[in-house]
Nanobody, 120 residues
Framework: QVQLVESGGGLVQAGGSLRLSCTAS?????MGWSRQAPGKERDVVAA????????YYKSSVNGRFTISRDSAKNTVYLQMNSLKPEDTAVYYC????????????????WGKGTLVTVSS
């Protein structure tokens, strides 16, 4: 069983930056971040293969968000720059058997989420 714990959410002004962290335990998987805004479906916005060699980004965050991992610390990060009010959501760290599953929006495991609020 994979356990995932997110941290790093908060309130930031538009144009600012935040870095989310996710500590994982229980196995080796492709890792990703999804988000869910009020009244909207959850979308995977960034994902990383188990090896770290391949990534996926939703078009709306490509060029602004960067996903990375520190294998020694079993931690995955989401660096979010140039934040916009429409980035406001609960962000979930997740894991899946493959990057392709994450890119199709499927997470096999996920954490409890952390709230990111971007003010205009």
């Amino acid at each position: 069983q994979v356990q995932l714990v997110e941290s790093g959410g908060g309130l930031v002004q538009a144009g600012g930056s935040l870095r989310l962290s996710c500590t994982a335990s229980g196995g080796t998987y492709a890792m990703g971040w999804s988000r869910q805004a009020p009244g909207k479906e959850r979308d995977v916005v960034a994902a990383l293969s188990w090896s770290g060699g391949n990534t996926y980004y939703k078009s709306s965050v490509n060029g602004r968000f960067t996903i990375s991992r520190d294998s020694a610390k079993n931690t995955v990060y989401l660096q979010m720059n140039s934040l916009k009010p429409e980035d406001t959501a609960v962000y979930y760290c997740g894991a899946a058997l493959s990057l392709s599953r994450l890119s199709r929006g499927t997470m096999d495991y996920w954490g409890k989420g952390t709230l990111v609020t971007v003010s205009s």
